[in-house]
């Protein structure tokens, strides 16, 4: 079935709120203390996606356990045929996000392709199940999410682009069903360096020195600890009513970013209510994150698993406070197999939403380097 034209999400019965029950206990209050719904980011991302000038067409895609992944698929109206007929690019945000971060690049990227955006389990307006707390599970569970998302939306292969924590689920991804990734682009991924030591030990069977690296300051070990027993959001919601300005407060860069598009505060906002729900695909990172954000099960361990003739290209801001160095340990461990890292200039974290154009100009490079 062809997309919809339409400029913004269709709405169907599929698409119905439905209320979540809380138990009743000391915390029914919970929900009403924090001023957020599904209703109210639902409002604010059509407000996001109404940005949105070729072909959209926006609904759940229902998994075999009934658990629903919230969809974007975007064609160009003016080629949509020729785009058809070429590999489509499926786009994975990272922590915390959810599909109406890549505003600023879905028009752009879809130009001469099919275009998918999805949130992922556990975040945005899908699905939040329970994750388990072993790291292993809680990613497989993430994994096998995409997968069943794959055969429902009915994609053969796939160009797969994943930033942050997307990178790393979708290099996971790529790992276990290689035939169905092209070219596997990584944006800015989270969890590839292995956590240093406190101390490494060279050569010890020779007896050499250890090599001391300096450890964090007591607070930080004091914050990390009390926050480990937390959810990574859970101060979002623990704000209440001052969720929102707390968001404004601590990234007002989400704003800056988006000020030639909104001149108010909608991708605080949506940051927030993306955030504020019930956590559950946080619970899943935080399985498979230690303490102060580094993975349990690195990538750097595994990504020699990835058959060498997988194109994979690695995107960093170069003002990011992602170690870009990782991305040339991939280049050694794959022994240069079809494998690039590319800097994006005065850019952070969030490449996509720094520096759009030059982004977008990379990514279509890629795409077209397949097809």
Same mark, same amino acid.
């Given at each position: *079935?062809?997309?919809?034209?339409?400029?913004?999400?269709?709405?169907?019965?599929?698409?119905?709120?439905?209320?979540?029950?809380?138990?009743?206990?000391?915390?029914?209050?919970?929900?009403?203390?924090?001023?957020?719904?599904?209703?109210?980011?639902?409002?604010?991302?059509?407000?996001?996606?109404?940005?949105?000038?070729?072909?959209?067409?926006? &609904?759940?895609?229902?998994?075999?356990?009934?658990?629903?992944?919230?969809?974007?698929?975007?064609?160009?109206?003016?080629?949509?045929?020729?785009?058809?007929?070429?590999?489509?690019?499926?786009? !994975?945000?990272? @922590?915390?996000?959810?599909?109406?971060?890549?505003?600023?690049?879905?028009?752009?990227?879809?130009?001469?392709?099919?275009? /998918?955006?999805?949130?992922?389990?556990?975040?945005?307006?899908?699905? &939040? +199940?329970?994750?388990?707390?072993?790291? %292993?599970?809680?990613?497989?569970?993430? #994994?096998?999410?995409?997968?069943?998302? &794959?055969?429902?939306?009915?994609?053969?292969?796939?160009?797969?682009?994943?930033?942050?924590?997307?990178?790393?689920? %979708?290099?996971?991804?790529?790992?276990?069903?290689?035939?169905? #990734?092209?070219?596997?682009?990584?944006?800015?991924?989270?969890?590839?360096?292995?956590?240093?030591?406190?101390?490494? $030990?060279?050569?010890?069977?020779?007896?050499?020195?250890?090599?001391?690296?300096?450890?964090? +300051?007591?607070?930080?070990?004091?914050?990390?600890?009390?926050?480990?027993?937390?959810?990574?959001?859970?101060?979002?919601?623990?704000?209440?009513?001052?969720?929102?300005?707390?968001?404004?407060?601590? &990234?007002?860069?989400?704003?800056?970013?988006?000020?030639?598009?909104?001149?108010?505060?909608?991708?605080?906002?949506?940051?927030?209510?993306?955030? %504020?729900?019930?956590?559950?695909?946080?619970?899943? @990172?935080?399985?498979?994150?230690?303490?102060?954000?580094?993975?349990?099960?690195?990538?750097?361990?595994?990504?020699?698993?990835? +058959?060498?003739?997988?194109?994979?290209? *690695?995107? /960093?801001?170069?003002?990011?406070?992602?170690?870009?160095?990782?991305? /040339?340990?991939?280049?050694?461990?794959?022994?240069?197999?079809?494998?690039?890292?590319?800097?994006?200039?005065?850019?952070?974290?969030?490449? /996509?939403?720094?520096?759009?154009? $030059? @982004?977008?100009?990379? #990514? $279509?490079?890629?795409?077209?380097? !397949?097809?």
């Amino acid at each position: *079935m062809d997309p919809a034209t339409t400029a913004a999400p269709i709405q169907s019965d599929c698409e119905t709120e439905i209320a979540t029950k809380t138990p009743h206990s000391v915390w029914s209050w919970w929900p009403s203390w924090r001023p957020t719904s599904m209703s109210l980011l639902k409002t604010t991302e059509s407000k996001i996606l109404a940005c949105i000038q070729n072909d959209l067409w926006a &609904r759940f895609v229902t998994l075999p356990n009934q658990d629903r992944i919230w969809t974007l698929t975007l064609t160009n109206k003016v080629f949509h045929k020729p785009a058809a007929a070429k590999t489509p690019l499926v786009m !994975v945000h990272g @922590f915390g996000g959810g599909v109406g971060l890549w505003i600023r690049n879905l028009d752009a990227l879809s130009r001469s392709r099919p275009v /998918y955006a999805f949130d992922l389990l556990g975040f945005g307006r899908s699905s &939040r +199940p329970p994750f388990p707390s072993d790291s %292993a599970k809680a990613e497989e569970q993430f #994994v096998n999410s995409i997968e069943e998302w &794959r055969q429902s939306v009915g994609l053969e292969n796939m160009i797969l682009l994943g930033h942050s924590l997307g990178g790393y689920l %979708a290099t996971s991804y790529a790992i276990q069903h290689p035939s169905r #990734v092209s070219h596997l682009i990584l944006v800015d991924p989270w969890g590839f360096p292995e956590r240093p030591q406190t101390q490494t $030990e060279e050569n010890r069977d020779q007896g050499t020195e250890v090599v001391k690296r300096p450890s964090p +300051p007591r607070w930080v070990k004091v914050i990390a600890t009390v926050v480990s027993f937390f959810n990574p959001l859970a101060v979002i919601r623990a704000a209440g009513p001052w969720g929102p300005g707390l968001v404004n407060r601590f &990234r007002p860069d989400f704003k800056r970013k988006f000020e030639d598009l909104f001149d108010d505060d909608t991708m605080t906002q949506y940051i927030y209510h993306c955030n %504020a729900q019930t956590p559950s695909g946080e619970v899943g @990172f935080r399985a498979m994150s230690e303490s102060l954000g580094w993975a349990k099960r690195p990538m750097l361990q595994r990504v020699h698993l990835l +058959p060498p003739s997988m194109p994979l290209t *690695m995107l /960093y801001g170069k003002w990011s406070w992602v170690d870009n160095s990782s991305g /040339y340990k991939v280049v050694q461990i794959r022994d240069q197999a079809h494998t690039r890292v590319l800097l994006i200039n005065e850019a952070s974290h969030h490449v /996509y939403a720094d520096q759009p154009e $030059e @982004f977008n100009k990379v #990514v $279509e490079n890629i795409c077209n380097s !397949v097809n």
